[in-house]
């Protein structure tokens, strides 16, 4: 058992953790803007934040975790 090979190298877990971060701030982003009265509307759910900035963190942590999984460390 000690001679199995693992998957990926100490590198490219650092690099999912910086992905995994950016995914999450993404989402943090996102959230928020209940009213929390079903009747009444709250133009915050269209601000800038939710629609353009969230999404575009998120996407670029998804980035981040496909370069993480195709990036082979040098020797």
């Known amino acids: 058992m000690e001679n199995q090979k693992q998957i990926f190298a100490k590198k490219n877990y650092q690099i999912m953790l910086v992905g995994i971060a950016f995914i999450i701030t993404g989402f943090i982003l996102m959230s928020g803007g209940d009213t929390g009265d079903e009747t009444s509307f ?3 759910i269209f601000s800038f934040r939710k629609i353009t900035l969230a ?5 670029i942590g998804f980035v981040i ?3 993480a999984i195709m990036h082979k460390p040098k020797k």
Do not use: A, T, Y
Not at 55 to 59: E, K, S, V
């Open 42 to 44: 709250n133009p915050e």
């Open 65 to 67: 975790e496909i370069f």
């Open 55 to 59: 999404p575009i963190f998120i996407l």
